[in-house]
């Protein structure tokens, strides 16, 4: 698959608290890196997604007494599973993983800032309404192909690209560059979305240009 002008890599979630060591660890997560910089220099256009929530998010389980992380508990917006309180604004846990060096990246996406909602995709918060900006950026930048990396997978980067394609961007996960949660076959069960909405799936062997 060719690289061109108007694609966009969109690096997600490459942050401390989902790697090894995080509060809400990725199982391998920082295998992520060494792949994502060796393509980065590829894409002229380079998106960086931070997750970035405020104490007692509702997400986390802390904020529902009694309740535990991995649960599932219903919201305004739909089904929430409850996490560890993690990437909190402002905390080492929400930087960058210090290996992971962009500096050509344009773009700085910070989501789930919003107390009462989750953001999993970069695109839209969890209620599936709400726009974070991003399809804007790409539209008014003339960025109409979005290649997605990073963490994780079976979450933030999969509910990011399904949403490009229901923005009828075409969307190419490079799946050797991500690493999945896999929470109750999470990981199989967004790979079948995967192929309904016709998201590409491939491996970064697979680009060119």
């Known amino acids: 698959m060719r690289i061109d002008a108007n694609d966009v890599l969109i690096v997600t979630d490459v942050q401390n608290d989902f790697c090894p060591g995080g509060a ?8 992520v890196i060494a792949p994502i910089l060796r393509i980065a220099p590829r894409f002229q256009h380079i998106v960086l997604t931070q997750d970035w929530h405020p ?12 309740r535990k992380p991995f649960e599932t508990i219903e919201l305004p ?51 599936h309404t709400t726009p974070t900006g ?15 990396v ?22 190419v996960v490079l799946r050797d560059a991500c690493r999945a949660i896999d929470l109750n076959g999470s990981a199989a069960a967004m790979e079948a979305r995967f192929a309904e909405a016709g998201v590409a799936l491939i491996d970064i062997s697979e680009l060119s240009g």
């Open 24 to 31: 809400l660890a990725v199982p391998r997560g920082d295998e």
């Open 55 to 66: 104490p007692c998010h509702a997400s986390f389980a802390a904020s529902h007494p009694g």
């Open 77 to 127: 917006c739909g089904p929430q599973t409850l996490w560890p309180p993690h990437c909190m604004q402002g905390t080492a846990g929400a930087d960058f993983h210090p290996a992971l060096k962009l500096p050509q990246a344009e773009l700085i996406l910070r989501k789930g800032f919003r107390t009462e909602i989750d953001s999993y995709s970069a695109f839209f918060e969890n209620d």
């Open 134 to 148: 991003l399809a804007a950026y790409l539209r008014e930048r003339n960025l109409s192909r979005v290649f997605l």
């Open 150 to 171: 990073g963490l994780a997978y079976d979450y933030c980067v999969g509910y990011s690209a399904l949403d490009a394609r229901r923005l009828n961007f075409p969307a």
